[in-house]
């Protein structure tokens, strides 16, 4: 069974959020209109609304990711479910425990959603296929495949910034080969009306056959930037790039790096994004990172609301209480 397919129920409402790839328009664009229902939760006295009270959030974390966790755990948190953060390098699994154990072990603990990032492509697929059919899963990044929340929190940002799709021009810059981050946002875009989509990175970090996506290609950044108004910043996976197709930081820079010159060719009012963390004077200079265009700390608040979207409508309490935080 195929990922986008898992993901609905019987009633085509989602049951599991494993990526954006096949996900109607309506779908991607209820998650966003929840996550705004959301958005002004951090900004109350009690940043808390009931909507999954009683219910066990489960992170599962085979890869380390401070950002993505803690915001997850803070969107479980302000939706009043109980957490847990399960420490994979030191549980069960470390000791030959199966996947398929570790995760009936905290079923038998009722657990109702696991989040799981994986360093395997089709992780989360092959996890929402082993669990119970009252078990939810939010996939927090696998491989090189997907990073789906992290496409629609920026997608959010956008759509406060920039709310007609139809009409914008979005440059994804950088490590595409490797960044699971490009491929959600690619999709997600796509399927909310965004035509013309351009990515620009040497050939050594495309991957094979992306035109297929329907995104423009390009291998110079000034031409690339042309009149865009978003812009987003991939970050140079250094760990999984060999010294053969990347000869050295000092030359990416200068061939890829953001700066202010840079921008210039870009739209006036063009946003800079980065989904972190961030490599400062290798993809983005500090003074276009901090600058009066970037966007890049909204996107990590924004990630909260759009995490607590995702949880509620996958676990049907989105559907059944309205978003609840009204």
Known sequence: MSAHSIQLDRHGRLKHFLTTEGLSRDILTSILDYAESFAGVSGRAVKKVPLLRGKTVANLFFESSTRTRTTFELAAKRLSADVLNINIATSATSKGESLRDTLHT?????????????????????????????????????????????????????????????????????????????????????????????VIAPKTLLPVAIESLGVRVFHDLHEGLREVDVITMLRLQRERI??????SEEEYFQCFGLTEARLSVASPDVMVMHPGPINRGIEIDSQVADGARSVILQQVSHGIAVRMAVMAMVTGAASDAGSGAD
């Not at 009722?110 to 059919?133: E, K, P, T, Y």
């Not at 060999?242 to 000869?247: D, G």
């Open 242 to 247: 060999s010294n053969a197709v990347l000869p």
């Open 106 to 198: 905290l079923e038998a603990m009722h657990c109702d959603l696991f989040v799981v990032r994986h360093g395997n492509s089709g992780a989360a697929h092959f996890i929402a296929g082993q669990v119970a059919d009252n078990v939810h899963i939010i996939n927090a990044g696998d491989g090189r495949h997907a990073h789906p929340t992290q496409a629609m929190l920026d997608v959010f940002t956008i759509r406060r910034h920039k709310p007609d799709f139809e009409s914008l021009r979005v440059a994804i810059v950088g490590d595409i080969a490797h960044s699971r981050v490009a491929r959600s946002k690619i999709h997600a875009l796509s399927t909310l009306g965004v035509s013309d989509i351009r």
